[in-house]
């Protein structure tokens, strides 16, 4: 499974413009290739963001998450959240954590990594309480 030339450059739009608040990605199976499917744009929320998962299909994607630290600083993190909900298909589930490897190794600069089957693993809190 391949990594499409647009999906690189879009992340690192996130990474390094701060143009995209998530990129979510899927796999286009014609192509065999990991593709972007949506992003959002900086002002969007993570509410923005978990609406547009699909809720019985797998994903991958990509979320900066800004937050203030305790003393006050300003920090930003990017995860990058596999989502591979409990009711989708086995055989997209057993797809997406195949692939999982290679695309987390072409989006070089993800801090954290969460693992999501249902919204309450990837809640707002998770991410902050990984981030802090």
Known sequence: MGVAEHSKIT????????????VIFKID??????????TGAPGESYDDFTAALPENDCRYAVYDFDYVTED?????????????????RIRAKMLYATSKDRIR?????IHYEIQATDPTEMELEVLRDRAS
């Open 105 to 109: 190794h072409e989006l070089d600069g």
């Open 11 to 22: 992340f690192l739009e996130l990474q390094r413009k701060k143009v995209h608040r998530y």
């Open 72 to 88: 006050n600083c300003q920090k930003s993190k990017i995860f990058f959240i596999a989502w591979s909900p409990s009711i989708s």
């Open 29 to 38: 199976e014609k192509k065999k290739e990991v593709v972007v499917e949506k």
